[in-house]
C-alpha cells in the first residue's frame, strides 16, 4: 500500500472501514465500487462524491506545526486498507485469492538502498527545471541535507524547457521537466554524451477550478464539455450541456471565462492530453505546453497567475495544478473518467488513476483518461532526467543517491502528501531503482549501491 | 555648449598630483563613450545572430502577420507589436501630462520644506519592483477596473467606439495604467531637475513683464527646459516599451490584435518572458527577432520625439538648453 | 473753472483707458487662467502621489508580517519548515548590485560628461543609442547576458550583474548628460577664464554643481537595477543557500520575489511580500541618505 503521509486524512475507503466521520451508506458504495461494478452517472449524481474526504485537506493550512516532516509511515492504517480492499475484493469472487494492491508493492531491499543513499559524497549539485515539482525537490532535498550533512543540493525552478537547455549544455547535474525529452530534444544532446535516464519523481493533477457566483454545489463536468468550454464552443454558463451534467443546479445565464496559460506549461500539456484521449475526433487544438486558445480565453502566465486570475473573475473557469487549488481552497469541477464516474480530484483519485498504468516511460508516459472507478482523468507524472554515462564518479554518486532517496517511500516521497504532491506508486519507484541501477560512472560501475 | 580650447601658452601650472592633461582628459572620456558603443555594438550583434534564422527561413513577411501559433509554425507578429505600441501609447498619453504637472508642481508650486519630502515620495514609486506592481494590479485594481472604471468609461465614452466589448478587468487599459505608474517616477524626478534649473534670470524676467505664474512656467520654464523633458519622455517611454513582468500579469495575453481599449492583448516583451523558456529551433531565434522588431520600434519612437521638439523648437530659449 | 460740464472728450485719455481695460481684462483672464492651470498642476501632484500610497499601503499590509529577526538572518528554507528568511537572497542583491555601481556609475558619468561637452555627430548617435538602449525590454538584456556571460561560463553573480549593469548604464548617462547639461555656462566660462584645465572644471565646477542632478539619476537606476527580475532571472541561477562569491549561482531579491509570489503556499508568499516591503525601504533609506548627501555636497539651485 502506498505511503499516505502522516498528516493526509485517511482515503474514504479506509475512514468508511472505521466508521469515522463519513455517513455509512458510502460503504456499501465503496464495496460494489471496487468489486468491479461501476455505478452509472445518475446514481453517483446523488451519492455523496468524495468531497466530504477532502474537506479535512482545507483544515491543514491553519496549523502549521504539523507541518513539520515526519516520516513516520501510516503501516497499522495501511495494513487495515490493504485488508479492507482484500475484504471487498473477495467479497465478490473467490475468497481465497488475495489481490495485489493497486500500485505495486515496495521492493523489500528499499530501506537498505535509502541508508546508501544517505552515505553519498559530499559536496553540491546545481539541478534546474520544472517550476511545478520546486516546491517538492526543495523541500526533499533540505530533508536529504539535514540527514546527510554534507551534501547540498540547489534546485532551481526556472522552466521544464529551460532546464533541458541548461542540462544539454551541461550546466547542471541533473535537469527536471514535465514532459520528458522527446527525440529532438535528445538530438540537441552532446555526441559524446551517451544515453539518457529519464524517470519520474512525482505525480500531480490538473484541477478545473471556477469562480461561479451563487452556485455552492460542486460542479459535474466531462470530456466533451470541457473542451467545449475552451475551444470556445461552448459560451454560457447555462449551455445545455453543462446543464445537463449538472441536474438540481441553477447555473447564471452568464458568459464563461475561460482561464488559460500564457506561458508553456506541463499542465497545459498534461490537460490538452486528457482532452485529446476524451475527445480524439473533436479536440482539435492539439496536445502541447503551447496552445492557440481562442480569443475569449484570458491568459496569464504561471499556475499562480492562473489561479489569481480565477480568483479575481467571476465567471471564470481554467486548469489549475492540484497543490494551488487545495492550497488556495478553490471549487473545482468533478470530472468524468473513462469508467464514468464523477471523480473529484486529490490525492487519492489522482494516485488511483496513476495505479492503473506503472509501466510509464519516457515514451509512453500519459496516464490520462485511465481506467479504474476511482481514477481521476487528468493526471501526470513529472522527471528527472540525467545522464547514464556520468563523466564524475563523484557527482553521479551523489545524483544518483539523491535521485533515488526522493523518489522511493522512506526517502523524499514521505514530504509529498504534506505539500499536497502525490507519491509515485511503488511499482513505478521500483522502476525507477531499476533505471538509477544503470547508471555509471567513470570505469562503467554503477554507481547506486546498497 | 561649445567650450574654448585654453591657449596653450596659458600660466604656470600647479601640479598637486597627478593632473589630467586636456588631451587626456578628452582621451579618457573618449575611450568611455567608445566601450559603450562597443557594448551597444555586441548587443545588436548578438540579437542579430541568433534571430538570423528565423528571417532566413521565414523572411521578413512573418514580422506583419496576424496570426501567431507556433504548434502550427505559424508565426506572426502584428498582434504583439500593435500591443506594444497602443499600451506604450496609453501610459505615454498619462504619464506626459500628469508628470509634467506634478514636476512643475514639486518644482515651482511647494513650499520649499516639503519639497524634498514629497519628491522622494514620489521617487519611492520607482523602488517597487516589477513584479509587486504585476501582482498588485492582478489582485487589487484588475476588479476595480472590471466592476467601475470600464463600465464607466464605455457609458461616458462609449461613443468614440474605443470601448467595445465585455469587462475583463485585464487588458490594455489596465496594463497601460499600471505603466503609467511605472514610469511616473522617472517622469517626475527627472523633469523636475530640469525644470529647477532653468535659469533664474529669465524667471524673474518674465515675472518683470507682468506674466502671470501660469504664463511664466509655461511660456519660459517649459520651453527653457525642453532638451532635458525630453529625456525624461525618453526614459520613461523607453521603460514603458521595455517593461515585461508587471505588463505580462496584467495584459491578459491574448495574442490577437485588440479591438477596444479594454481588450486583453500581448506586446513583444510579455510574448518574450512567457514563451522563451521553453522555446527552442525556429520559434526561439523568431523570439529573437521579435526582439529586433522592439528595438526597431524604440529606435522610431526615439526619433519622432527628437523631430518633434526639434521642429517646435523656435528661437533658443534658454542658455541650459541647447 | 467752469463747473459741472464733463471734460470734452480727449481721444488720448479715451485710448488710455482703453488699453488699460483691456490689461485688466487681460490680467484677469490671464489670472484666472493661471489658477485654473496650477490648480491642475497640484491635481496631478495629488494624482501622482495616490497610487503610490495605494501601493505601498498594500506592500506594507502584506509584507510586515513576514519580517522578525529570522527573516533578516536566516537563508531560505522550504516550505513547511519555520525560521527561514531572506538572508541569502539579500546577500546576492547586496554583491550584484554593488559590483554593477562600481562599474556602471563611473562609467556612466563619464560618458554623460562627455556627452554634455560635445556637439558632434558622434556625441549624436551615441545619446540616440543610449536613449534606444533604456528601450531594451529588461527580458532582451536578461536574454543578451544569458548568451553572452552564462553559456560560456555558466550561472553567477557576475552575469547578473554584468546584466544589471547593462540596464542601468543608459540612465545614468542620460540622466547624468541631463544634469551636467544643467550646470550653467557662466560657471564654466568663469573656470576656463581663471585657466583651469578641462579635467579640473570637469572635477571642480560641473560634477559638484550637477551633483543633485547626477544624485537623483544614480538613485533611479539604482532604484530600477534593484528591482529588474527578468535579467536575473536568466543570469544568477539562483541559490537557496548563502552564497556570497560571484562567480557562482547567487541568490537576489527579485528574483526571490518573482519565484516565491508564485508559489501555492500561503507562507511562501508572505515571504515573497516581505521581501517586497524590504526592496522598498532599502530604495526609501537610498534616497532619503542620497538627499541628504546632495545638500551636503552639492549646491541645491533652488
Not at chain 1, 15 to 28: H, I, Y
Not at chain 1, 327 to 338: L, T
Not at chain 2, 20 to 38: F, H, K, T
Not at chain 2, 262 to 268: D, E, L, V
Request: hydrophobic letters at 50%.
Amino acid at each position: 500500500m502506498w505511503d499516505l503521509g502522516p498528516e493526509y486524512p485517511l482515503d474514504p475507503v479506509i475512514r468508511a472501514a472505521f466508521s469515522l466521520s463519513s455517513p455509512s451508506v458510502q460503504m456499501p458504495w465503496v464495496c460494489s465500487q471496487v468489486g468491479g461494478v461501476a455505478l452509472p452517472a445518475e446514481r453517483t449524481a446523488s451519492v455523496p462524491t468524495m468531497t466530504e474526504g477532502d474537506a479535512h485537506m482545507t483544515n491543514r493550512n491553519t496549523d502549521n506545526g504539523r507541518r513539520s516532516r515526519r516520516a513516520a509511515p501510516l503501516a497499522a492504517i495501511g495494513l487495515a486498507a490493504a485488508a479492507l480492499l482484500t475484504a471487498c475484493s473477495s467479497s465478490s469472487s473467490t475468497p481465497t485469492t488475495t489481490t495485489a494492491p493497486p500500485g505495486g508493492t515496495l521492493s523489500a531491499d528499499n530501506a537498505a538502498f535509502l541508508a546508501a543513499d544517505l552515505k553519498a559524497p559530499a559536496g553540491s549539485l546545481n539541478a534546474s527545471g520544472s517550476t511545478f515539482v520546486q516546491p517538492f525537490f526543495t523541500s526533499a532535498f533540505y530533508a536529504y541535507t539535514g540527514k546527510n550533512q554534507g551534501l547540498q543540493v540547489n534546485y532551481q525552478g526556472v522552466g521544464s524547457g529551460a532546464g533541458i537547455t541548461a542540462f544539454q549544455t551541461g550546466t547542471v547535474a541533473f535537469a527536471a521537466s514535465d514532459v520528458p525529452m522527446g527525440a529532438s530534444d535528445l538530438a540537441k544532446m552532446p555526441a559524446n554524451a551517451g544515453p539518457v535516464v529519464q524517470i519520474p519523481d512525482i505525480l500531480g493533477g490538473v484541477t478545473i477550478s471556477y469562480n461561479l457566483p451563487g452556485v455552492s454545489a460542486r460542479l459535474k463536468l466531462d470530456g466533451p464539455t470541457l473542451a467545449g468550454i475552451f475551444d470556445g464552443t461552448i459560451t454560457m454558463w447555462n449551455a445545455a450541456q453543462i446543464a445537463a451534467l449538472n441536474p438540481g443546479v441553477t447555473l447564471p445565464a452568464h458568459a464563461i471565462t475561460p482561464e488559460v496559460r500564457a506561458d508553456s506549461s506541463g499542465t497545459t500539456y498534461i490537460f490538452t492530453d486528457y482532452l485529446k484521449s476524451a475527445n480524439p475526433t473533436t479536440w482539435t487544438l492539439g496536445t502541447s505546453k503551447t496552445i492557440a486558445w481562442p480569443s475569449a480565453a484570458v491568459q496569464t502566465p504561471k499556475n499562480s497567475g492562473v489561479a489569481a486570475s480565477i480568483k479575481a473573475t467571476p465567471y471564470s473557469i481554467g486548469y489549475v495544478e492540484l497543490s494551488y487549488a487545495i492550497q488556495n481552497k478553490f471549487s473545482y469541477a468533478a470530472i468524468k473518467n473513462a469508467a464514468g464516474n464523477f471523480v473529484v480530484p486529490s490525492l487519492n483519485t489522482v494516485a488511483a488513476d496513476a495505479n492503473q498504468k506503472t509501466s510509464v516511460s519516457a515514451t509512453d508516459f500519459s496516464i490520462v483518461n485511465a481506467p479504474g472507478a476511482t481514477s481521476y482523468p487528468i493526471s501526470g507524472y513529472s522527471w528527472a532526467i540525467l545522464l547514464q554515462k556520468q563523466t564524475s564518479d563523484t557527482t553521479g554518486a551523489q545524483v544518483v543517491k539523491v535521485l533515488d532517496w526522493t523518489t522511493h517511500t522512506g526517502g523524499g516521497q514521505d514530504l509529498a502528501a504534506g505539500l499536497d504532491y502525490v507519491a509515485l506508486p511503488p511499482a513505478v519507484q521500483n522502476q525507477n531503482r531499476t533505471q538509477l541501477l544503470t547508471v555509471t560512472g567513470t570505469t562503467g560501475q554503477a554507481l547506486l549501491t546498497k | 555648449m561649445t567650450v574654448v580650447d585654453p591657449a596653450v601658452g596659458a600660466g604656470p601650472r600647479r601640479s598637486r598630483g597627478f593632473r589630467l592633461p586636456d588631451n587626456g582628459y578628452r582621451a579618457a572620456l573618449a575611450v568611455a563613450a567608445a566601450a559603450v558603443a562597443a557594448l551597444a555594438a555586441w548587443f545588436l550583434v548578438s540579437i542579430v545572430i541568433q534571430a538570423k534564422p528565423a528571417f532566413s527561413t521565414l523572411g521578413f513577411s512573418w514580422i506583419f502577420q496576424k496570426v501567431w501559433d507556433p504548434g502550427h509554425g505559424r508565426y506572426g507578429l502584428l498582434p504583439f507589436i500593435l500591443g506594444t505600441l497602443e499600451v506604450t501609447a496609453i501610459a505615454v498619453v498619462l504619464a506626459v501630462p500628469i508628470g509634467l504637472g506634478a514636476a512643475l508642481a514639486l518644482a515651482y508650486l511647494v513650499p520649499r520644506h516639503t519639497r524634498s519630502a514629497l519628491s522622494t515620495t514620489v521617487e519611492l514609486l520607482a523602488a517597487i519592483p516589477s513584479v509587486v506592481y504585476g501582482l498588485w494590479g492582478l489582485v487589487v485594481l484588475a476588479p476595480v477596473f472590471r466592476n467601475y472604471v470600464e463600465p464607466f468609461l464605455s457609458s461616458a465614452l462609449g461613443w468614440t467606439g474605443l470601448f467595445n466589448g465585455p469587462n475583463q478587468g485585464v487588458g490594455l487599459l489596465l496594463a497601460g495604467t499600471i505603466l503609467f505608474v511605472m514610469i511616473l517616477p522617472t517622469m517626475v524626478a527627472i523633469s523636475r531637475d530640469v525644470l529647477a534649473v532653468v535659469p533664474n534670470e529669465q524667471v524673474e524676467g518674465a515675472m518683470a513683464l507682468g506674466a502671470t505664474r501660469w504664463q511664466v512656467l509655461r511660456k519660459v520654464v517649459v520651453p527653457g527646459a525642453r532638451t532635458g523633458l525630453l529625456g525624461a519622455f525618453t526614459l520613461a517611454t523607453g521603460r514603458a516599451l521595455g517593461e515585461t513582468v508587471a505588463v505580462a500579469l496584467v495584459i491578459g495575453n491574448s495574442p490577437y490584435i485588440a479591438h477596444s481599449i479594454k481588450s486583453p492583448a500581448a506586446t513583444i516583451p510579455s510574448l518574450i518572458v512567457n514563451n522563451f523558456g521553453e522555446s527552442t529551433g525556429t520559434e526561439l531565434s523568431v523570439l529573437f527577432g521579435a526582439g529586433l522588431v522592439l528595438l526597431v520600434i524604440g529606435i522610431a519612437v526615439n526619433s519622432v520625439a527628437r523631430w518633434l521638439v526639434w521642429s517646435t523648437a523656435g528661437s533658443n530659449v534658454g542658455a541650459a538648453a541647447r | 473753472m467752469t463747473v459741472a460740464t464733463s471734460l470734452p472728450a480727449d481721444p488720448i485719455m479715451e485710448r488710455r483707458h482703453a488699453v488699460q481695460a483691456a490689461a485688466a481684462a487681460s490680467l484677469g483672464r490671464r489670472k484666472l487662467g493661471s489658477r485654473v492651470a496650477i490648480g491642475i498642476c497640484w491635481a496631478f501632484l495629488g494624482i501622482a502621489i495616490v497610487p503610490l500610497v495605494a501601493v505601498v499601503v498594500y506592500v506594507v499590509a502584506k509584507g510586515l508580517p513576514a519580517w522578525n529577526p529570522d527573516f533578516f538572518t536566516h537563508s531560505t528554507v522550504p516550505e513547511g519548515i519555520s525560521g527561514g528568511g531572506v538572508w541569502n537572497a539579500i546577500v546576492g542583491t547586496m554583491v550584484i548590485t554593488a559590483i554593477s555601481i562600481a562599474v556602471t556609475v563611473p562609467l556612466g558619468l563619464v560618458v554623460g560628461l562627455f556627452l554634455a561637452e560635445s556637439d558632434g555627430r558622434m556625441a549624436a548617435a551615441l545619446r540616440f543609442t543610449a536613449d534606444v538602449m533604456t528601450g531594451v525590454p529588461s527580458i532582451t538584456v536578461g536574454i543578451f547576458g544569458y548568451i553572452a556571460i552564462v553559456r560560456n561560463y555558466g550561472y553567477s553573480g557576475f552575469a547578473g550583474a554584468f546584466a544589471i549593469g547593462f540596464i542601468m548604464l543608459p540612465v545614468i548617462v542620460r540622466a547624468g548628460e541631463t544634469a551636467f547639461r544643467g550646470v550653467p555656462r557662466s560657471l564654466n566660462e568663469a573656470a576656463l577664464a581663471l585657466g583651469a584645465r578641462r579635467a579640473t572644471i570637469a572635477r571642480r565646477v560641473v560634477v559638484p554643481t550637477a551633483l543633485p542632478g547626477v544624485i537623483t539619476g544614480v538613485l533611479l537606476a539604482v532604484a530600477r537595477g534593484l528591482g529588474e527580475t527578468a535579467p536575473l532571472l536568466l543570469t544568477i541561477g539562483g541559490n537557496q543557500y548563502l552564497q556570497w562569491n560571484p562567480s557562482k549561482q547567487m541568490a537576489s531579491l527579485p528574483t526571490l520575489i518573482y519565484n516565491y509570489s508564485s508559489q501555492p503556499y500561503a507562507d511562501l508568499v508572505q515571504v515573497a511580500w516581505g521581501a517586497a516591503l524590504l526592496l522598498m525601504t532599502v530604495v526609501l533609506v537610498l534616497s532619503i541618505g542620497s538627499r541628504v548627501l546632495a545638500a551636503r555636497l552639492g549646491k541645491e539651485r533652488r
